[in-house]
């Protein structure tokens, strides 16, 4: 078992500045668990016990969908790096579209960027550290700028057509309020 913590240390924040790809988790209370790798500059530690990140458009919108359900969420970043390490955050987190009335106080702390679907607000109520000696060493050879050149070719009207038509609901049909937006 890992070391566990109440909140993030300043070390731990720093770890996952460094990192280039985080994971999500999260699950329905019944159905399908999620894992989903994310990455661009999508995510911000606002505190030892919040994290914020930004959800860009996808083929699915899992997430939304889960916690519309069941608010659980795991946060999870591996060093493929010099330093081996695993971390994860656990707690409970929130979804936040345009249409929200924090929306634009939280959206600020990101750079503008077109296809953003949704914000997650995290709250962690656990962190685990572990070891990672059995994970790979890769490099970073940089961000890939497809989903912008996607998302640029769709424009807004297209963006929102295509959340209507493969973003409103989860692999097992649950609701994930985008159509709302």
């Not at 300043?10 to 994310?38: E, M, W």
């Not at 997430?63 to 010099?82: D, E, P, V």
């Not at 939280?106 to 685990?128: C, E, K, N, S, W």
Request: proline residues 4%.
């Amino acid at each position: 078992m890992g070391t566990q913590f109440e909140s993030l240390s300043d070390q731990h924040i720093k770890f996952i500045g460094q990192q280039h790809l985080f994971f999500t988790g999260s699950a329905g209370p019944t159905g399908k668990v999620n894992i989903s790798p994310k990455g661009m500059d999508s995510l911000r530690v606002l505190g030892p016990n919040r994290i914020l990140w930004r959800n860009f458009t996808g083929s699915g919108n899992e997430t939304a969908g889960h916690l519309a359900q069941n608010n659980r969420m795991t946060l999870m970043w591996c060093s493929f790096t010099k330093q081996p390490m695993i971390l994860r955050a656990y707690g409970t987190a929130r979804t936040l579209h345009p249409r929200d009335a924090d929306w634009a106080e939280l959206v600020a702390h990101f750079p503008d960027q077109l296809g953003m679907r949704q914000l997650y607000d995290m709250t962690i109520d656990m962190v685990q550290k572990s070891c990672g000696y059995a994970v790979p060493f890769f490099e970073h050879a940089g961000d890939r700028d497809t989903l912008k050149h996607w998302a640029a070719d769709k424009g807004e009207d297209g963006i929102q057509t295509y959340w209507a038509e493969r973003n409103a609901q989860t692999l097992d049909g649950a609701p994930t309020g985008i159509a709302k937006t």
